[in-house]
């Protein structure tokens, strides 16, 4: 990418993420990033195929650390159920403070899944040895698809909003359906 592409991606990027911040990422359009930049909206268009892929690029640099944070764990634990239960409190806990830019992410309205971003492939890797541990593979790939369902941002906002449970209770019931009942 050329230096001033990058440049102006990363004003986007900036600017986005300031807006979303001050007015909430629902409340912001991409029109709205385009008049505050003062450029055209083709340009955004240019870098962002639409607002959740500006999302899922504004995300992207946290979601690497967490995925830092939760391979530091797999490091010092040694049991692989502590392992389980702390990277999904960290798992909630990320959800819990970008649940908005994920949202968005993963109600992206273009037909890019988040099933095939690194983001989810880096989850699946993750987990897939925690859960999948002594079950043939189609079995293991399949609970792992089902936990990583089961943390999607839309189930998230269900089980705080509409069941009232909090982060706490919904790791538990994570923990008792895909790790303690193999």
């Known amino acids: 990418m050329r230096k001033d592409a990058l440049h102006n991606k990363q004003s986007i990027e900036r600017k986005a993420h300031e807006l979303f911040q001050t007015y ?5 359009s991409m029109n709205q990033i ?4 003062g450029v055209g909206i083709g340009t ?6 639409d607002k959740g892929a500006l999302c899922y690029q504004i995300i992207h640099t946290d979601f690497y ?3 830092e944070d939760m391979q530091r764990i797999a490091q010092v634990e040694d049991s692989n159920r ?5 990277s999904i409190n960290l798992f909630l806990n990320f959800k819990l403070v970008n649940q908005a830019l994920l949202s968005c992410v993963e109600n992206t309205t273009k037909k890019w899944s988040f ?15 925690l859960v999948g541990n002594d079950l043939d593979e189609m079995l293991a790939k399949f609970k792992v698809d089902a936990l990583l369902n ?3 941002t839309q ?7 509409s069941r009232g449970l909090t982060n706490k209770q919904i790791r538990d019931q994570i923990v008792a359906t895909f790790y303690d009942h193999n």
């Open 24 to 28: 909430g990422v629902a409340q912001v």
């Open 34 to 37: 385009a008049n505050a930049l």
């Open 44 to 49: 955004l268009y240019r870098h962002f195929g």
């Open 65 to 67: 650390l967490l995925i």
């Open 82 to 86: 502590e392992i389980f239960i702390k």
């Open 115 to 129: 099933k095939e971003s690194d983001i989810y492939q880096t989850l699946f890797n993750y987990y897939l040895p």
């Open 150 to 152: 089961t943390l999607s």
């Open 155 to 161: 189930n998230y906002e269900f089980q705080l909003d």
